[in-house]
């Protein structure tokens, strides 16, 4: 595990394992990016500039995420939070499983992060300033996976991996 931090690579040009690749701005010299990614089996992430994603299997179950300068991943239905410990000589993960409320209110303020994204895509608050993969440029795509979920309280996956 690196020691140093390093800015996320490029998404749109590098994060080939999503179909659809496609980066938003409020306006075109915007600093604040945000990011949406679709995989060809349902799956998808959603970046908020570099402090914050979540990232959903193909059954739309929250599967991994990062806020507040924590990792969050899913095991068994649950949301483990995982901290980065850094001595001398090493880095590493220590692990807590979430309480219930604590849970909740994470999943809670993705959704309503993801409510806000759909609602400014609706009404053209934000618009596309790079993308790609197939079909590129693709919001009306978007604008459904984030529907779905949205629609739905969302679920925390029993694994982390992508596929479910």
């Avoid at 590098?14 to 060809?40: C, K, M, Q, S, Y």
């Avoid at 809670?108 to 300033?129: D, Q, Y």
Wanted: aromatic share 6%; net charge negative; glycine share 8%.
């Amino acid at each position: 595990m690196a020691r140093r931090e390093v800015p996320k690579e490029d998404l749109v040009r590098d994060a080939t394992a999503f179909a659809v690749r496609v980066e938003f701005r409020r306006t075109e010299n915007d600093p604040d990016w945000i990011f949406v990614g679709l995989r060809e089996g349902g799956g998808g992430s959603v970046y908020f500039g570099d402090d914050e994603f979540c990232a959903f299997n193909d059954r739309g179950e929250l599967r991994r995420a990062f806020r507040d300068g924590r990792l969050y991943k899913a095991e068994g239905g649950r949301l483990i939070a995982m901290r980065r410990e850094r001595t001398d000589d090493a880095s590493v993960l220590a692990s807590e499983e979430l309480s219930d409320a604590s849970q909740n209110a994470i999943v809670a303020t993705l959704a309503e992060r993801i409510r806000n994204l759909r609602a400014e895509l609706a009404e053209g608050s934000i618009a596309v300033t790079r993308s790609a993969g197939h079909p590129a440029n693709d919001s009306a795509a978007i604008q459904v996976w984030l529907s779905h979920r949205t629609e739905a309280p969302i679920n925390v996956a029993q694994r982390p991996n992508a596929g479910g």
